[in-house]
T-cell receptor
Framework: AQSVTQLDSQVPVFEEAPVELRCNYS??????LFWYVQYPNQGLQLLLK??????LVKSINGFEAEFNKSQTSFHLRKPSVHISDTAEYFC??????????FGTGTKLQVIP | NAGVTQTPKFQVLKTGQSMTLQCAQD?????MYWYRQDPGMGLRLIYY???????DKGEVPNGYNVSRLNKREFSLRLESAAPSQTSVYFC?????????FGQGTRLTVV
């Protein structure tokens, strides 16, 4: 069995401040890890993913996440947020072919 | 490139009515999934289809049926809608473990 925990349901942060959205997972097998972003009234879009190799993965819009196997974590960070980053962020884990489990989501609210 | 297309975008049903949510993908993916999204509960898997001709139950299948009509299309049917089925429904197709989502169907059952 696999599971994902996103402890923070909402994270308010001022514009240009750094942010970290936390994600912890459990799985009995090797994992693939994902962050998806959902803008208001839209579907989810892939933000970044860890499949293998370097444990630090980056998105094109400045987000990064680090796979930490010993702490079973895949936290999402950005050094300086913008208003346009306001959205809900979902962490997801896959322990095998197509079996994906999503977390409950973290709403990032960027305050001007 | 349309990706994953869901229809309708919005629907209001009365308790006991039936309806079918449509989903089509043009990426030639084998796997298609139906999720529901409720506040504070994330995405919960209703049904999935690993390939054309196969369907399996997910976490919350009660009250729903699905049909994998062909490789492109995967529909979700509510036979007798209940207020507990008020939700936003998302269809997704998968390339290995990466999901591609539709825009969602916002369903209200009154």
């Amino acid at each position: 069995a696999q599971s994902v925990t996103q402890l923070d349901s909402q994270v308010p942060v001022f514009e240009e401040a750094p942010v970290e959205l936390r994600c912890n997972y459990s799985s009995s097998v090797s994992v693939y890890l994902f962050w998806y972003v959902q803008y208001p009234n839209q579907g989810l879009q892939l933000l970044l993913k860890y499949l293998s190799g370097s444990t630090l993965v980056k998105s094109i819009n400045g987000f990064e996440a680090e796979f930490n196997k010993s702490q079973t974590s895949f936290h999402l960070r950005k050094p300086s947020v913008h208003i346009s980053d306001t959205a809900e962020y979902f962490c997801a884990v896959s322990g095998g072919y197509q079996k994906v489990t999503f977390g409950t989501g973290t709403k990032l609210q960027v305050i001007p | 490139n349309a990706g994953v297309t869901q229809t309708p975008k919005f629907q209001v049903l009365k308790t006991g009515q039936s309806m079918t949510l449509q989903c089509a993908q043009d990426m030639n993916h084998n796997s298609m999934y139906w999720y529901r999204q409720d506040p504070g509960m994330g995405l919960r898997l209703i049904y999935y289809s690993a390939s054309e001709g196969t369907t399996d139950k997910g976490e919350v299948p009660n009250g729903y049926n699905v049909s994998r009509l062909n490789k492109r299309e995967f529909s979700l049917r509510l036979e007798s809608a209940a207020p507990s089925q008020t939700s936003v429904y998302f269809c997704a197709s998968f390339l290995v473990t990466e999901a591609f989502f539709g825009q969602g169907t916002r369903l209200t059952v009154v």
